[in-house]
């Protein structure tokens, strides 16, 4: 089954048209059909259900359809890493992080990449963390430096970085929220807790603050990016939950600090990601080969 065969059937099941997939690959609708029968003939199955001119796929022709789809993609990227091995990479590199992880991760790696690579463009959008895994499904970036969640989809590749801690943390300044935390017996249930919208900082606070029993959280907001929790910590409006690389990065760290209490929260696993089918295409694949050497 050649890859010629394999493009003609391709365009034929997508144009279902005989003439028009001829006139495209430059041959005879009868030198088509003859490609088709042979397909048909390797493969023991009818492709397609033909009249002089059109035709219709048979769920066996579905089935090759999507299979040399697949083929065609992998060979178009055989050729581009081949011939863009003789020569510099360019072209762009989409990056999304949030704030922190801008300055704190992405520098060296960018540095690792350049090196190599000074031709390609990089174009960064920061955002909330959580945000990491869509903006990679949704192909509004080629990657992500992200927080490995505890059941990452296999339409994934990670690329690990570094473990990060997550502490709790609480307002230096003498406030309601440090009344409350210096009593004898901490009623959990008063003090007022600022978590992320969503993501796995969330996930493991609500899944420690559960094992603890300590009744129904007393949820003061959620705000999007750890940078906002440790700002509005800092100026008393609650305990919240950030990675320590986010609060030793703040401006107002200064103004938190860790709670002394045994909270056993998983660091968070941080790393590059993007999705499992692109790791392969050059720029990609060129990225991650520079940052692991």
């Not at 397909?39 to 796929?57: I, Q, Y």
């Not at 022709?61 to 299979?67: E, I, M, R, T, V």
């Not at 174009?123 to 059941?151: E, R, W, Y």
């Not at 609650?238 to 703040?250: C, D, F, Y």
Request: aromatic share 6%.
């Amino acid at each position: 089954m050649d890859s010629k065969s394999l493009a003609m059937f391709h365009h034929l099941a997508t144009a279902l048209h005989f003439g028009r997939t001829a006139e495209v690959f430059h041959v005879s609708p009868s030198t088509l059909s003859r490609t088709i029968s042979r397909l048909e003939e390797e493969l023991g199955c009818t492709l397609l259900v033909r009249d002089n001119r059109t035709a219709t796929l048979t769920d066996e022709g579905s089935k090759l359809k999507a299979y040399a789809e697949q083929q065609l993609d992998q060979l178009q990227l055989l050729k581009l890493s081949l011939s863009q091995s003789q020569a510099q990479l360019t072209g762009k590199l989409h990056i999304y992080c949030s704030v922190t992880a801008a300055y704190s991760h992405l520098p060296m790696l960018i540095d690792k990449f350049r090196q190599r690579h000074p031709l390609v463009e990089i174009m960064l959008t920061t955002g909330d963390a959580a945000d990491a895994l869509p903006q990679i499904q949704q192909q509004q970036a080629d990657l992500a430096i992200a927080a490995k969640p505890d059941n990452l989809s296999s339409s994934y590749f990670f690329n690990h970085l570094a473990d990060i801690p997550l502490h709790l943390i609480a307002p230096t300044i003498a406030c309601n929220v440090q009344q409350k935390l210096q009593q004898a017996m901490v009623d959990w249930s008063q003090v007022p807790i600022i978590l992320p919208e969503h993501g796995s900082a969330r996930t493991r606070f609500e899944k420690w603050y559960r094992t603890m029993q300590f009744g129904k959280p007393k949820l003061y907001a959620t705000v999007s990016g750890h940078e906002a929790i440790v700002s509005m910590v800092a100026v008393g409006c609650g305990v919240g939950i950030a990675p320590q690389v986010v609060i030793e990065n703040s401006p107002v760290k200064d103004r938190v600090y860790a709670l002394d209490i045994e909270h056993n929260i998983d660091p968070f696993e941080l790393g590059v990601c993007c999705l499992n089918i692109r790791k392969e295409q050059p720029l990609l694949k060129a990225f991650f080969d520079a940052i692991n050497a």
